[in-house]
């Protein structure tokens, strides 16, 4: 058997090199003993059919008896990473066009022929020009060489990176082409490939594919769009943590012990005779804990929606209070005109800073009063209407005047607005121009610092205060909890309504227990806590929400309006027919529980009958002993 052995060089050689020799053929999925992670729903395209039995799949450990750990291939025999018959190899530009042209673009290509369209196109410098062997790279290793059109022209010089399968983002043989940056290049070694075979990708089709193939989960591939679209550091760092699996493991967890309780009690319906009773308090006890992971990941929707949207924060104030510097003086900018003049500002003036990793927008309002000025009196207008949408209004008064009868007539009137649009916007109280004044000067400002959630004192001019009023700002929206640079996983809205969903069932089963209703009704709200936690992981998740998902991606073709509508058009209609189809599946399972139930009630009655009958007899029995006696 030794003997049998051969060197990766000597490998080689006797497959390629040897005239009277074949290469081997190319594996054909349907027969290897596979077992792929794609989801039953999917189409055609993402999955094929496993032999139960082949000779090549029972023979895997003959197999790597001539394969050597260096041969790029050696995993498509042992079956852990097929690549489906019929995969298209899609390519498409993965860096972004929007901007001033780089030094370096990247032309990605995924698929079973990824290799075979690049070596159609790609001349790497060290073969002869004249040379047909075709491209056999080594998986990792950066090829120099050059893209030809179809006439053989060069297009541009570019590097190769092959990664094959299964190491590479899509599990699926990869080559990127490093090109130069600018739009005509990449155009151009795009549109080589494409003539080459190879197919457009749609958008998020290459995560789409390393979700299909197992690389990533539900999770983790939508945070690669947030990371990749991420606009502060706290974002990017709330990304990363989802890609590296924090949130996806609390999921799998809980969902875990959902079925593995499910289990139990299923197996105890069945068997109830022959299992041992169930340990009530424990399974209470673990579905308080699912219950404390659901509550702690909900806790995050909001900072998520922060780190996504931002806050905007609105400065108001009578005219002269010093806005405008503030503005200035926190952004570190020159936004907004400054003058001694009165009424200076008429529009809205607005200044991006980032606050504990949060992306703040700064609205600087014109100053309001009364006023006869009509254009001053078109911006008192707008900063009104500004501090109705922001999302913390911040009222500046200045240190010199104290607190005016005009300061509380502009309270009055955002606080009038706040009740009549149901608002609850929170209101910080900034002491502008301390620097002009003594702190001990304010006996008459302190009396109306109730009326606010916080107060600081600040100084344009100096910059005091500034970071204090961050903080105030951190407190009040509660960002407080989750320190800058704590890399913390965050759930988005879709997450979010699946994990509500499963703390409903939680909730339900909790009650159940405490009400000691029959094991059928529990085993209820645990397949709808697994089922929504499988929503989330992608465990069980229908086609159209992975197209709405992989849709928003950046990256690929863009879509007509005739296309949309097709899309829009489709999507209502499976959603219907998924409505439609839920609904019977209700039914079903309600007329399977009455039925079960029925059955349950009918062998009850059939013991107590029995029950009867046997002391009957014994009460028999017991007569006849007397007479005998």
Request: glycine share 6%.
């Amino acid at each position: 058997m030794a003997s049998l052995l051969l060197s990766p060089l000597r490998f080689r050689h006797f497959l390629y090199k040897r005239p009277k020799l074949k290469p081997p053929s190319p594996l054909s999925f349907t027969s290897l003993k596979l077992r792929p992670r794609f989801p039953p729903y999917l189409h055609s395209c993402h999955r094929s059919s496993a032999a139960s039995s082949s000779p090549l799949a029972d023979s895997d450990h003959k197999t790597h008896a001539l394969l050597t750990f260096n041969d790029e291939r050696a995993a498509l025999l042992n079956g852990s990473h097929p690549q489906p018959e019929n995969a298209t190899t899609i390519a498409a530009i993965v860096t972004s066009l929007g901007g001033p042209p780089g030094a370096v673009g990247i032309v990605r290509l995924s698929g079973p022929s990824a290799v075979a369209v690049v070596g159609h196109v790609f001349r790497p410098s060290r073969r002869k020009s004249k040379s047909k062997r075709p491209w056999r790279p080594t998986s990792h290793v950066v090829e120099y060489g050059v893209v030809l059109d179809p006439n053989g022209n060069v297009v541009d010089e570019v590097l190769a990176v092959p990664m094959l399968a299964p190491r590479s983002y899509t599990r699926e043989d990869v080559v990127e082409l490093q090109c130069h940056g600018t739009q005509v290049c990449l155009n151009r070694v795009l549109r080589a490939c494409l003539e080459a075979g190879a197919r457009l990708a749609e958008p998020g089709e290459f995560t789409l594919r390393a979700f299909l193939n197992g690389r990533l989960d539900l999770t983790q591939a939508e945070n690669v769009d947030r990371l990749i679209s991420a606009k502060s550091v706290a974002a990017a760092d709330a990304a990363l943590a989802a890609i590296q699996g924090g949130f996806s493991s609390m999921v799998k967890s809980v969902r875990f012990q959902c079925i593995e309780l499910l289990t139990e009690i299923e197996a105890r319906l069945d068997f109830d005779d022959e299992m041992p009773p169930l340990d009530i308090n424990q399974v209470v006890n673990k579905i308080h804990s699912m219950s404390q992971d659901v509550e702690s990941a909900l806790e995050t929707a909001n900072y998520d929606q922060l780190l996504q949207s931002g806050l905007q924060i609105a400065i108001l104030g009578r005219p002269n209070v010093g806005k405008s510097s503030l503005l200035n003086a926190w952004s570190k900018t020159e936004r907004a005109i400054v003058t001694e003049i009165a009424g200076t500002t008429r529009d809205v003036v607005e200044a991006s800073i980032t606050v504990g990793g949060i992306p703040i927008t700064l609205l600087d309002t014109a100053g309001i009063r009364e006023t006869n000025d009509v254009v001053e009196k078109i911006g008192v207008e707008r900063s009104e209407a500004v501090a109705m949408g922001a999302d913390v209004i911040i009222m500046t008064i200045s240190a010199l005047d104290g607190w005016s009868p005009e300061d509380s007539e502009l309270l009055d009137r955002i606080q009038s607005n706040k009740k009549s649009t149901g608002s609850s916007t929170p209101i910080i109280l900034v002491i502008n121009k301390m620097d002009c004044v003594a702190s001990d000067c304010l006996e008459r400002v302190q009396q109306n610092v109730g009326s606010f959630n916080k107060h600081v004192l600040t100084s344009a001019i100096t910059g005091q205060g500034i970071q204090d009023l961050e903080k105030a700002i951190l407190d009040i929206v509660g960002l407080n909890k989750f320190p800058a640079g704590s890399r913390r996983w965050t759930v988005n809205q879709r997450q979010c309504e699946q994990l509500v969903r499963t703390k409903e069932a939680l909730a339900r089963l909790k009650s159940s227990i405490e009400e000691e209703i029959p094991f059928d009704f529990w085993t209820i709200d645990l397949r709808e806590a697994a089922m929504a936690l499988g929503h989330i992981s992608g465990e069980d998740i229908s086609e159209e929400v992975l197209t709405n998902i992989f849709g928003k991606f950046c990256i690929g073709k863009e879509l007509t309006k005739e296309e949309l509508k097709e899309k829009e058009k489709t999507r209502k209609a499976k959603e219907k027919e998924k409505r439609k189809k839920l609904e019977q599946e209700k039914e079903f399972e309600k007329k399977r529980l009455e039925q079960e139930m029925k059955k349950r009630q009918e062998k009850e009655k059939k013991k107590r009958e029995e029950m009867k009958r046997k002391e009957k007899e014994k009460a028999k029995m017991k007569m006849k002993h007397k007479m005998k006696k």
